[in-house]
Structures are given as structure tokens and as C-alpha cells.
């Protein structure tokens, strides 16, 4: 009989994932719910640009093993539209961005891309 | 020689000895001691003069003992030194004095100090005052006490001063007055005749060097009635209060033609205390009655002292914090949220358009 995870270990399990988040997975989920909300794509390559420009990495490696673990722990979908990988913020991912909101764990920054 | 040390300390020395040692943090206040020998000034290391006092802060006179201890430490032996124990520079610089006699080695009878120290009254003085007394108390007396390095002790309480409402100069003359009652007692034995027993100097040195409290007084001695009675109804109101005693000494003055043997009652009651007193029996003609002066060494732990102090302290401090209460408004209770105030916080920072986004995508 396959074991069923209880509401209180759901929790338990989202806080965890939660308290993994880093400042780059806090912005991918902040800016790709930005985007959504004007209707834009936001894609790997506009992500990759916005931490190179606010020096927080400057490998593209480092900006796909992010999103990619956004995406295995469902807070992100990766969608291939146009030759582009373009990102979409899941309603946990969402849930997830409100909880980093409330508890100002990282401060706000503006995406190059978004700000145009 | 006498030394007086702080403000209240060269006030009783100098009233005791015209040439008294007179030490001070502030100029100011040894040149307004009247009467007194030598003035030291201890240094503060004050940028603009010492014209300030220690301002009941016990570590300022403490420092201000580095300055003069070499001095202090050669001018106390075999003398007798005054000082508070509520204000700043006595307290901090006897501090420093009790602190080197605990460290000695040995110090011979004739090189002990006399101390003779001022207390304040608990119930309405500064609270500064008894937490500098309870600190004094409990730390460099206890310490010197346990050494067995200094000499009698006498601990005068400013009780009657306030009780009576005494001014300071008449209260500064009873308790010089009531000392030399009890330091006149070899003197006595040198000019009365003498009846029975005998207390020379050399007795009276040696039984003030001895490391104890000393509580003396005198009265008219009644012989029909009991000894006990009369010294219970006779303590020194100026001094604390005598525990049992380990040591005594008396003089009994008798009137010219008075009986000699009045004394062995009051033997027989140190006796059964397991106290053998020093004594003598003199006729001394100017009086009309007998007239005893007792001296009672003992032994409270300061610890004891230090906790009926601690009482007081603490009932002061209780006081204070009514009162503070009772001056100022009482304050609101604050029932904070912290959920909604993280809300608002999300929305000053201009946030919430965000989770309005999500709200609006059906993804919240």
C-alpha cells in the first residue's frame, strides 16, 4: 500500500523547500510572476542576463541549475515556446514567493529586462 | 595621630585632633574642614582641577587611592582612621586601604589601625549611599575582618542624627564626645586612684588592636540592680546595635569613699557570658554616683550586616518602582499581528502588485 504524505507533512515538506530557497531562486520566482502579470515571456536567457547584471553570477551554468531546481520542485514550469525555454510560476511557486514577501527574506531587485 | 579620609571622615577627625590627616578628592571640600593638621589631596587626574568630590562613586575614590597609598599605607599604623562608608572617596579609598592590610602577611599589635566608620541611616538615606555601604560591607571590611589584620572597629550609625533631626555639626560633636569616653579610660587609670584591677596603655592598645567590633558606652551604674539590665537599657544609641561578646573591657568610676567590691557583679556577668573582661575600679571624687564605661568586642559576620542592608535596599528600590508607576501613564496594551504587519510591510514597499498579479493569474 503506497503511503500517502498527511496535510501537516505536506507542510512540513513545503517549509523545507522554502527554507532551501537562495536569493537567485526568490527573484526567478519574483520576476517571472512579474512578467506573467504583463503578459511578457520571460525565458533562461533574460533570467541569465538580469543575475549577470546585478553580479550575482556570471555563468549561465549556475542560471540553469536554478531554474532547473525551481522547476524539479514544481515552484516553476518551463515551457518550450519559439526555440525559447520560457518560464511560468506555479500556484506552489506562488504560494511560495508570497510566504518570501511576507518574511522580506531578500530584498527586491529589479529585472534589466522587465524594467524596459 | 588620626586620619580622616572623604568628607564626612576629616569632619570627625578633625574635630577629634587638631592635627589630623586630612585626605580628600577635592580641594574644595579640605579647605572648608575647619580645624586639622596636614591636607592630602588624592588625585583624580581631573583636566581642570579638583574641585569636584567622587560624586558617591566608589571606584572614583578607589582610583584616586593609587595616587596617596604609599603615604596612607605608612600614616595608618598604630592610628586611627575615619571615614563614611555611603559617600564616594572615604568608601573608595578605605576600600583600597582594607584591600593592602588583607594582603599583609602578619601586622604586629602595635601597627594595627583603629577604624571607626560612619553608616548611613538605611531608612532615609540615598539608596546610593546603602548600596555603596552594602558593597563596602561585603567586600573589602569582610575581607580585611577574615585577615585578622586590622583593630577595633566601631560602626557609629547616623540614625540619631536623622531621628532627632540633629544638625551635622552637633551629631560630628556627640560622636566625638561618646569616643573619648571610651579612649580616655587608660588616661583615667593614670589619674584617679586606683582601687582594684588596672587597664595601663599598653592594656588599652592591646585590646584595640584586636580585629573585632567594638561597641562601648557608658552610664550611671546603679549596684542594686542587675548588670545585664542596665547595659540591655544602656547601648550606645550612636553606634549599631552589639552582638554577644567575645571580649570586654570596663572601667568603673566610684564616687570618693564609694565601695570598691560594686565590681564583682559585673565580673560574674561577663563570666557566665564565657568572657573574661579587662577591668579596673577607680575613685574618682568629682562624682556623685557610679559611673561605668563598657567596652564589648564582637564579631558579626558581615554578611549579616551586609543583609540587613540588602533589605533596605531592596525596599527602596521596590519604592522606586511604585513610584515611577504611579508618576507616569500606564501603557496601552499592543496587540500586534505579525502576519498582517508583514502585509503591510509588503505593501509599503510597493510588493503587493505582486501577489495582486498572482492573485489575478488564479495562481494565490
Not at chain 2, 41 to 47: D, I, K, N, Y
Not at chain 2, 248 to 274: H, N, Q, R
Not at chain 2, 327 to 353: C, I
Request: hydrophobic fraction near 40%; proline fraction near 3%.
Amino acid at each position: 500500500m503506497s503511503e500517502k504524505l498527511s496535510s501537516h507533512e505536506s507542510q512540513e515538506l513545503f517549509e523545507a523547500q522554502l527554507s532551501r530557497l537562495g536569493e537567485a531562486h526568490y527573484l526567478v520566482l519574483l520576476w517571472s510572476a512579474k512578467s506573467e502579470g504583463k503578459a511578457w515571456k520571460y525565458n533562461l536567457t533574460n533570467f541569465f542576463d538580469d543575475l549577470k547584471h546585478l553580479g550575482i553570477t556570471r555563468t549561465k551554468q549556475t542560471a540553469v541549475a536554478v531554474i532547473e531546481a525551481m522547476a524539479s520542485l514544481c515552484f516553476i514550469e518551463l515551457r518550450d515556446e519559439s526555440n525559447r525555454k520560457n518560464i511560468y510560476i506555479t500556484k506552489y511557486g506562488a504560494k511560495a514567493l508570497a510566504r518570501l514577501l511576507e518574511a522580506r527574506r531578500y530584498e527586491s531587485k529589479a529585472s534589466a529586462y522587465l524594467e524596459v | 595621630m588620626t586620619l580622616g579620609i572623604g568628607g564626612a571622615g576629616c569632619k570627625l577627625a578633625a574635630l577629634l585632633d587638631d592635627s589630623a590627616v586630612l585626605v580628600n578628592v577635592s580641594e574644595t571640600e579640605l579647605a572648608k574642614v575647619p580645624g586639622g593638621g596636614r591636607r592630602i589631596l588624592a588625585s583624580l587626574h581631573a583636566g581642570k582641577g579638583q574641585f569636584k568630590g567622587s560624586r558617591k562613586d566608589r571606584r572614583l575614590g578607589l582610583d584616586a587611592y593609587l595616587s596617596v597609598k604609599r603615604e596612607l599605607l605608612s600614616l595608618i599604623k598604630g592610628n586611627m582612621v575615619f571615614s563614611s562608608t555611603g559617600g564616594g572617596t572615604g568608601n573608595g579609598i578605605v576600600s583600597g586601604i582594607l584591600g593592602d592590610l588583607t594582603d599583609e602577611e602578619d601586622i604586629s599589635t602595635e601597627d594595627k589601625t583603629f577604624f571607626a566608620f560612619l553608616l548611613p541611616y538605611a531608612k532615609l538615606e540615598s539608596s546610593e549611599f546603602i548600596s555603596n555601604t552594602s558593597e563596602f560591607l561585603a567586600g573589602p571590611l569582610a575581607g580585611a575582618i577574615d585577615s585578622g589584620n586590622t583593630g577595633n572597629i566601631v560602626l557609629f550609625s547616623n540614625r540619631v542624627k536623622f531621628e532627632k533631626r540633629l544638625s551635622e555639626q552637633k551629631f560630628n560633636q556627640m560622636l566625638i564626645e561618646s569616643l573619648k569616653v571610651f579612649l580616655a579610660i587608660p588616661d583615667k587609670n593614670d589619674q584617679f586612684r586606683l582601687l582594684d584591677g588596672h587597664i595601663d596603655h599598653e592594656d588599652f592598645a592591646l585590646f584595640s588592636s584586636k580585629p573585632y567590633f567594638n561597641h562601648f558606652t557608658y552610664f550611671d551604674y546603679n549596684p542594686e540592680q542587675s548588670f545585664e539590665k542596665q547595659l540591655t537599657q544602656n547601648c550606645n544609641p550612636l553606634l549599631l546595635a552589639p552582638e554577644a561578646p567575645i571580649e570586654a573591657l570596663f572601667l568603673l568610676e566610684v564616687p570618693a569613699g564609694g565601695d570598691p567590691t560594686m565590681f564583682y557583679s559585673i565580673v560574674e556577668y561577663f563570666t557566665d557570658k564565657k568572657v573574661s573582661p579587662i577591668y579596673s575600679v577607680v575613685e574618682n571624687p568629682s562624682l556623685k554616683a557610679p559611673f561605668i564605661t563598657v567596652s564589648l568586642l564582637y564579631s558579626r559576620k558581615p554578611a549579616e550586616l551586609v543583609n540587613d542592608f540588602n533589605i533596605i535596599a531592596e525596599n527602596h528600590a521596590q519604592a522606586k518602582v511604585q513610584k515611577s508607576l504611579d508618576q507616569y501613564v500606564s501603557l496601552a496594551r499592543l496587540e500586534v499581528n505579525m502576519a498582517n504587519k508583514a502585509r503591510e510591510e509588503v505593501k509599503l514597499r510597493g510588493e503587493e502588485d505582486v501577489l495582486a498579479i498572482l492573485k489575478r493569474l488564479g495562481k494565490l
